[in-house]
């Protein structure tokens, strides 16, 4: 285990690192960023397109370019603390945070591989606070004649392909990045190592870099990176004026020291940032509850860094209120009346998705059947009547279904037939009490009570003298 370099700033120098770039200015001053704690190094980057100078480079490295050099299967642990002073540019910028490389004396050039942050990938320009922008990885693997003989993306690549980060890095807002490189285990081996953790996160991770080619026919103990700089460039034909500041900065051989070293161990700590609500998402984003019915809805609340969040208050809304309304607890979407609409919620100003909402009358289903009057006085033998109705789960009137008739005392009275229209026909049989009923399924209506009398006035009935 060791560290190379590693230092806080605290005592107002740069300490063991150096200045490496050509334009630009680099101090040591007060942290003037919201989080105002300690001294941080400060480069300051300003281009000069009128004088046709579009790119400034600049940078801080190790002050020994032999420490930390890393030969073939070596590991090196690299991090530090960063934070973009700017609100963006009106056309594409480069911004490398890192650019690494190394160089051997008997070849004479290097062999470069770069960390790079562009604020243009999907992003509208001119950018603003908050925006998040993507990471940009390239390598490029140079032949012995020095030429370029393969990048990501390209036949004898050095990596799995150019790669594009989550868009979660943002300006003015510190952020930290942990780089673990280790070159290939011999000329040719394709095992070289590299792993980016941003803010505590791997989002990046390959076992199978290409930093070496099997035609070099050098001596491989000759093999070092030597070269380091942390910071570097902007370039763009438009003026620019960049502060960037860093803090916290360690080169070590293991990720446990660097770790250490930022959480604390003779460095700033960093404290959390505070989250800032910025998207709302609603899911799914169509919905189809039907009349009286309802469908759940997925609140999701996301930050500055793309990362889910508690949820705010929310305020709850619907294009219109008379086909559809939005309710909490849960949330969901109530279905009111036939037609289109849209649903959504907001929390101040930051609104979600909208919901693309299709109510419509669903299929009715027999809910009740409904027997009147629910009492009837007959005559034997002389049929009665009484009307049925069936409604559906609305109390809306439906067709009558098919019917099961049904009765408490056959022998008294009974329903006789399917119904005629709406209007059901009792046979009484002879004098007694008895109910009647019809049912569809499981649907068992309400009983009517049938009484039935003698047609000659009565029980034991003689006629006259």
Request: contains cysteine; glycine residues 12%.
């Amino acid at each position: 285990m060791t560290i190379f370099a590693a230092h806080d700033f605290e005592d107002g120098t740069l300490g063991p690192f150096q200045v490496a770039g050509v334009q630009g200015v680099v101090s040591v001053g007060d942290d003037p960023t919201p989080r105002a704690q300690g001294k941080v190094c400060k480069i300051h980057y300003e281009n000069f397109p009128d004088g046709g100078n579009f790119d400034c480079n600049q940078a801080i490295a190790p002050k020994d370019a032999n420490n930390p050099g890393r030969k073939l299967g070596e590991d090196l642990f690299c991090g530090w603390r960063f934070f973009l002073d700017t609100d963006g540019y009106a056309e594409n910028c480069i911004r490398k945070l890192n650019y690494w490389g190394w160089s051997n004396d008997s070849w004479g050039f290097q062999h470069q591989f770069n960390l790079v942050v562009s604020s243009v990938n999907s992003v509208a320009t001119p950018v603003p606070p908050g925006t998040p922008l993507q990471f940009l990885i390239s390598a490029h693997l140079t032949g012995q004649d020095g030429s370029n003989i393969g990048s990501f993306g390209s036949a004898g690549n050095a990596g799995p392909g150019t790669w594009y980060g989550p868009t979660n890095l943002t300006l003015k807002t510190w952020h930290e990045i942990i780089v673990q490189v280790r070159p290939d285990s011999a000329f040719g081996a394709g095992d070289g190592i590299f792993r980016l953790w941003f803010d505590g996160v791997l989002i990046f991770e390959s076992t199978t870099m290409k930093f070496t080619s099997a035609d070099w026919t050098d001596d491989p103990a000759t093999y070092q990176w030597v070269d380091y700089r942390i910071g570097q460039q902007v370039n763009g034909s438009t003026k620019m004026v960049e502060d960037r500041y860093l803090d916290s900065l360690i080169f070590a051989t293991t990720k446990a020291e660097v770790d250490t070293f930022l959480a604390g161990g003779g460095g700033t700590t960093l404290p959390p940032p505070t989250q800032v609500l910025t998207t709302l998402q609603l899911r799914p984003t169509s919905a189809a509850p039907g009349v009286g019915g309802v469908q759940l809805l997925t609140a999701t609340a996301l930050d500055q860094f793309g990362v889910v969040m508690d949820l705010p208050a929310l305020s709850l809304h619907s294009s219109n209120t008379g086909i559809a309304t939005v309710t909490d607890a849960p949330l969901q979407i109530n279905g009111i009346a036939p037609g289109t609409c849209e649903a959504w919620i907001s929390s101040g100003a930051i609104e979600s998705n909208h919901v693309s909402v299709s109510v419509t009358n669903p299929a009715p289903v027999l809910t009740s059947l409904v027997l009147a009057p629910t009492a009837v006085s007959a005559i034997a033998n002389t049929p009665s009547y009484v009307n049925v109705g069936a409604f559906d789960q609305f109390g809306a009137s439906m067709n009558l279904p098919v019917l099961t008739n049904q009765a408490s005392n056959g022998a008294v009275a009974v329903i006789n037939g399917p119904p005629q229209g709406s209007r059901l026909e009792i046979d009484p049989l002879q004098v007694g009490t008895a109910h009647v009923w019809v049912s569809s399924g499981s649907i068992v209506s309400n009983k009517v009570t049938v009484l039935v009398s003698d047609p000659r006035g009565g029980k034991g009935h003689h006629g006259h003298r």
